[in-house]
T-cell receptor
């Protein structure tokens, strides 16, 4: 089954404790992206990657890191989480250059930073 | 920079009735795509419908259709014969078709749709 898998689905942690949210896709997609969703703000892009070893900042990259060492994986790293990073996070992937191919989303990760 | 605006934070519709959700966008590009995503309480992001900017014909998917007005930069979603399962947050999204950020989706802030039985 074609899917984007995020882990964990839920996480409660404390300020300053490094964490990683994993994202993996099995569709051989070149493009992957991370979004955060906050009430009243919609989804905002954090980072994206057009292919292996190619990453770039989105609209709200501060406090986050990413890496793309393999095509299927695109982890999101919070090296020193703060309460303002409490949010719902989505990973997404898609093909590039094939017109209106939609993005496939993971099921979301609810992060709470205390 | 491109922006997407959904001017209705919340809307309500009676079951079996029709409702239209509004979306406007701002871009200087001519080649792009527009999408409507549905997010039910389960949090999943589900693609409802998509529209290519170069196509004049409005997209339709079963009970869902769009009114795409390219000159006005408007992309509204019409839901006919509303069902209880249509209750969700709906997001309008824009994506360019070329360039280094061609995959990036720009989302509106969403419209929360309630369906009354």
């Amino acid at each position: 089954e074609a899917q984007v898998t995020q882990n964990p689905r839920y996480l409660i942690t404390v300020t300053g404790k490094k964490l990683t949210v994993t994202c993996s896709q099995n569709m051989n997609h070149e493009y992957m992206s991370w979004y955060r969703q906050d009430p009243g703000l919609g989804l905002r892009q954090i980072y994206y990657s057009m292919n292996v070893e190619v990453t770039d900042k989105g609209d709200v990259p501060e406090g986050y890191k990413v890496s793309r060492k393999e095509k299927r994986n695109f982890p999101l790293i919070l090296e020193s989480p703060s309460p303002n990073q409490t949010s719902l996070y989505f990973c997404a992937s898609s093909l590039i250059g094939l017109g209106n191919q939609p993005q496939h989303f993971g099921d979301g990760t609810r992060l709470s930073i205390l | 920079a491109q922006t997407v605006t959904q001017s209705q934070p919340e809307m309500s519709v009676q079951e079996a009735e029709t409702v239209t959700l509004s979306c406007t966008y701002d871009t200087s590009e001519s080649d792009y795509y527009l999408f409507w995503y549905k997010q039910p309480p389960s949090r999943q992001m589900i693609l409802v419908i998509r529209q290519e900017a170069y196509k004049q014909q409005n997209a339709t998917e079963n009970r869902f259709s769009v009114n795409f007005q390219k000159a006005a930069k408007s992309f509204s979603l019409k839901i006919s014969d509303s069902q209880l399962g249509d209750a969700a947050m709906y997001f309008c999204a824009y994506r360019m078709n070329y360039g280094g950020s061609q995959g990036n989706l720009i989302f509106g802030k969403g419209t929360k749709l309630s369906v009354k039985p």
